[in-house]
């Protein structure tokens, strides 16, 4: 068809040459090369040859249409227009390989039929009309193939973006592999109660990759009535984004359709429901905003979605009735994939986890934005270690000294956190002499006594655990530890060997009081993290804010500085730095009190003795946590080396 055009237009060429028609002969060239062009790109590309002499009929259409609305010739017009923006859809198809286009392609060419048909009857020409209506007919049946094909795609996209909801659904009533679960009798497990305060049930080892610090936590509480059965955890970053974009997908389905899914599943859910800007239930309060899924007839999952509550965003707390089992958790929690969580970590997740909380102990700086890639937790193990030492070489000795001694520590009954055991004796090499936490806040002598005399049963608890055990969490900055992250951690402060040498007063860090607890160094072996200043226990990552946790120093740079200090805008050196360690610290840690007087050890001691926080040993010596009584409630306003002996 190409070539009997380019010779057809060729031929008119001559004619209007040899006429003198110069008009003509210019738009007669013009076409021609554009039929030569075309027919020359077949040859070597069938496609773009087909797009430019489809292109080359669009434009010949659109010049045709000028040439009939200047003779006056409407209905020749409405002809060419017709034609014209036939070309121009098959080109938009042939650019987009839209059905959809296809179809309004064959749709034009059958309306082009019908029209040239009524043109033809209306002069008599009968044969060439119904010609032309039974084409357009077959225009239609083509028009209606390419519908089915339409709705056949649509079915076919439909299942797709189902087809993780479907393998979740699914996924949620594959429950044999929890038959030997160390989950599977949760209930029957011992709460943690400390000073009568219920902390609940505490699991570690759990998680695979998912779960920070493989600690899972089990309570119950009464919601509206119902006793409820919850499981709180958090999940690492690099997982709560995936969480977000499986809640953002579930947004985009129909809600009657995943109803039905649900039923075809046999799944014990009959319905499901997203809510978000809901409020983040912690203990008896609400910290911050979160998206609530909620499964009929199994439970919910709440998603914390405050990413200016560092601590909040990244946990998942799960509701259900109490009584559900183990297998309803893992069906409600599979629709998210968090179903992984009651997973007992292999010997790779624990490898992994030791690996990461050692790096971040001694090269935080490196550690950070790593842990938070993909790469960190897709890695083996042998390339993640390599990986760690090219950040750090320095961490091959790190590895050769520490990994194997790692042990388990524990935060609460069955919450554990790994030790490293040797870091105590370096911070000492690097001048620490022990660690100090002032009683702060206390205006009476009574609510300081209160204070010290529940800290010696329960140890020093974070504002997050103090809250969902519904204690008071009135503090130094419990409101601000949530905004900066530090809401899980306990705050101290070190004293070094120049202090000690200086007999530096307390009364010049900026955390004091009339009593403080005196603390071993081996609280750094749980790992911490700490700043130079007050920092209220940062944890963001933003740049744009003061002391950013990426840059955080190490425990023993913290060390080197604050043992051969310059002095601060205070006056005293580094008054207002602060270490911090995960969410408890056990009494055992406890080496002694320092008051300010004489008078007041006296009232403490007293009142020590009538809530029976003072034993006797075999020689009938007063002991506080089996340290003599004497030595462990001390006069020491200032820093000395034998408070820490």
Request: proline letters at 2%.
């Amino acid at each position: 068809m190409g070539s009997w055009r380019s010779i057809s237009l060729i031929n008119d060429v001559i004619s209007s040459g040899g006429k003198g028609d110069w008009l003509n002969l210019s738009i007669q060239l013009i076409q021609t090369a554009f039929a030569v062009l075309s027919v020359v790109s077949t040859i070597f590309s069938f496609s773009l040859g087909l797009a430019l002499n489809t292109g080359f009929e669009t434009l010949q259409g659109l010049f045709h249409v000028g040439q009939a609305l200047r003779r006056g010739d409407q209905r020749k017009a409405a002809e060419e227009a017709l034609q014209a923006v036939t070309s121009a859809v098959y080109l938009r198809f042939m650019l987009s390989g839209s059905l959809e286009m296809m179809l309004l392609f064959t749709l034009l060419q059958a309306a082009t039929c019908f029209f040239q048909a009524q043109g033809d009857m209306a002069q008599g020409r009968y044969l060439e009309a119904a010609a032309k209506i039974g084409m357009g007919f077959i225009r239609l049946h083509q028009m209606n193939g390419y519908a089915q094909q339409i709705e056949r795609r649509d079915r076919l996209f439909a299942m797709q973006k189902y087809a993780a909801f479907i393998r979740r659904a699914l996924k949620g009533r594959e429950v044999r592999h929890l038959l030997e679960n160390p989950l599977a009798g949760f209930k029957d497990s011992a709460s943690t109660t400390l000073s009568g305060v219920d902390f609940g049930k505490h699991f570690h080892g759990m998680g695979e990759d998912l779960v920070k610090g493989a600690n899972l936590a089990f309570r119950t509480k009464i919601i509206d009535g119902k006793d409820i059965t919850e499981l709180d955890f958090k999940v690492n970053h690099v997982f709560r984004d995936r969480i977000q974009g499986t809640i953002d997908d579930f947004s985009t389905l129909d809600q009657k359709e995943m109803n039905e899914i649900l039923a075809l599943a046999k799944s014990h859910a009959t319905g499901i429901r997203i809510e978000k800007n809901q409020p983040l239930p912690l203990g008896n309060e609400m910290k911050g905003d979160s998206t609530k899924i909620t499964l009929e007839g199994l439970g919910s999952i709440y998603i914390g979605s405050t990413k200016d509550l560092p601590t909040m965003y990244d946990r998942v707390l799960v509701q259900m009735d109490s009584g559900k089992n183990l297998y309803d958790f893992h069906e409600l929690m599979a629709f998210l994939d968090l179903d992984y969580a009651l997973h007992l970590c292999a010997q790779e997740h624990t490898d992994r986890l030791k690996m990461g909380h050692l790096f971040r102990i001694f090269f935080p700086r490196e550690a950070t934005p790593f842990e938070r890639s993909h790469e960190f937790f897709e890695l083996p193990l042998d390339q993640l270690k390599a990986k760690m030492i090219e950040k750090a070489p320095e961490m091959e000795k790190i590895f050769d000294d520490h990994y194997d001694k790692m042990r388990l520590e524990e935060i609460l009954p069955g919450r554990m956190r790994y030790r490293v055991e040797g870091l105590a004796e370096k911070a000492y090499a690097h001048g620490a002499r022990g660690l100090t936490a002032a009683i702060t806040g206390a205006y009476s002598d009574t609510i300081l006594f209160e204070r010290i005399a529940s800290m010696l049963k329960m140890g020093m608890v974070s504002s997050e655990l103090r809250a969902q055990g519904n204690l008071n969490i009135n503090g130094m900055s419990t409101s601000f530890d949530f905004y900066s992250g530090g809401a899980d951690s306990v705050f101290m402060q070190m004293v070094t060997e120049k202090n000690c040498n200086d007999h530096m007063s307390f009364n010049q860090l900026n955390y004091h009081g009339k009593a403080r607890f005196l603390i071993s160094l081996d609280a750094l072996e749980t790992g911490t993290y700490q700043y130079f200043d007050d920092s209220f226990g940062n944890r963001r990552v933003d740049p744009s804010y003061w002391n950013n946790y990426t840059s955080r120093p190490n425990i023993l740079e913290l060390a080197d500085r604050l043992n051969a200090p310059t002095s601060d805008y205070w006056g005293s050196p580094y008054s207002g730095h602060e270490v911090m360690a995960k969410e408890r610290l056990d009494p055992s840690f406890f080496t002694g009190i320092a008051v300010d007087s004489a008078q007041t050890r006296g009232n403490l001691m007293e009142y020590l003795r009538t809530h029976n926080l003072i034993q006797w040993d075999r020689s009938g010596h007063e002991t506080i946590l089996g340290i003599a009584a004497d030595r462990f409630v001390r006069v020491a306003p200032n820093a000395s080396e034998d408070l820490f002996i």
